[in-house]
T-cell receptor, first 113, second 115 residues
Framework: DAKTTQPPSMDCAEGRAANLPCNHS???????VYWYRQIHSQGPQYIIH???NNETNEMASLIITEDRKSSTLILPHATLRDTAVYYC??????????????FGTGTLLAVQP | GAVVSQHPSWVICKSGTSVKIECRSL??????MFWYRQFPKQSLMLMAT?????????EQGVEKDKFLINHASLTLSTLTVTSAHPEDSSFYIC???????????FGPGTRLTVL
């Protein structure tokens, strides 16, 4: 069962902010929101994760709505190298032995020159 | 971030042969490793989860006798595709998780082509 919903594709101009939405209306109280991306023919790369507070790191910012039913990944200044499929995943039990990342279809972000 | 390596990065084999893919966590101990498969233009599909020193747990629909997983140490897991057939041709990706903490790190993937 799909736990997240993402648009299949988005375009963004180089140098502009890329805002990638994700709906997770059935998220549980102990589930985190994780974002990964996969550049063509490579393994997925971790970007950021959060529980309920907004998070920022050197790659991106994660904005989670107050009701936690949706979130937005923000790449502040997109470059051509950010062209990739971006996956939003919700997962329980941080550090638990049985939790696992289940990938949906993701959003293909195409950064245009 | 932590580094996960895979070997080989690509392999071509004849139908009916077996192929072994290695996954190593280079700078951390991984009690849990995961194996995914990805067909062209599709998302990653989890095949199995392996914990160091115990048998792997396979996802529904994945043949455990065909995809043998061994996780003998905290830094090494292997996936053996037995009696490979052309339909097994795919991109195989492993992932490893810290001893403590849930963040998963992914290897670069292995492209298997079965002729």
């Amino acid at each position: 069962d799909a736990k997240t919903t993402q648009p299949p594709s988005m375009d963004c101009a180089e140098g502009r902010a890329a805002n990638l939405p994700c709906n997770h209306s059935t998220i549980s109280g102990n589930e985190y929101v994780y974002w990964y991306r996969q550049i063509h023919s490579q393994g997925p790369q971790y970007i950021i994760h959060g529980l309920k507070n907004n998070e920022t790191n050197e790659m991106a910012s994660l904005i989670i709505t107050e009701d936690r039913k949706s979130s937005t990944l923000i790449l502040p200044h997109a470059t051509l190298r950010d062209t990739a499929v971006y996956y939003c995943i919700v997962r329980t039990d941080y550090g638990g032995a049985t939790n696992k990342l289940i990938f949906g279809t993701g959003t293909l972000l195409a950064v245009q020159p | 971030g932590a580094v996960v390596s895979q070997h080989p990065s690509w392999v071509i084999c004849k139908s009916g042969t077996s192929v072994k893919i290695e996954c190593r966590s280079l700078d951390f101990q991984a009690t849990t490793m995961f194996w995914y498969r990805q067909f062209p233009k599709q998302s990653l599909m989890l095949m199995a989860t392996s914990n160091e020193g115990s048998k792997a747990t396979y996802e529904q629909g994945v043949e455990k006798d065909k995809f043998l997983i061994n996780h003998a140490s905290l830094t090494l897991s292997t996936l053996t595709v037995t009696s490979a057939h052309p339909e097994d041709s795919s991109f195989y990706i492993c992932s490893a998780r810290f001893l403590r903490g849930g963040e998963q790190f992914f290897g670069p993937g292995t492209r298997l082509t079965v002729l």
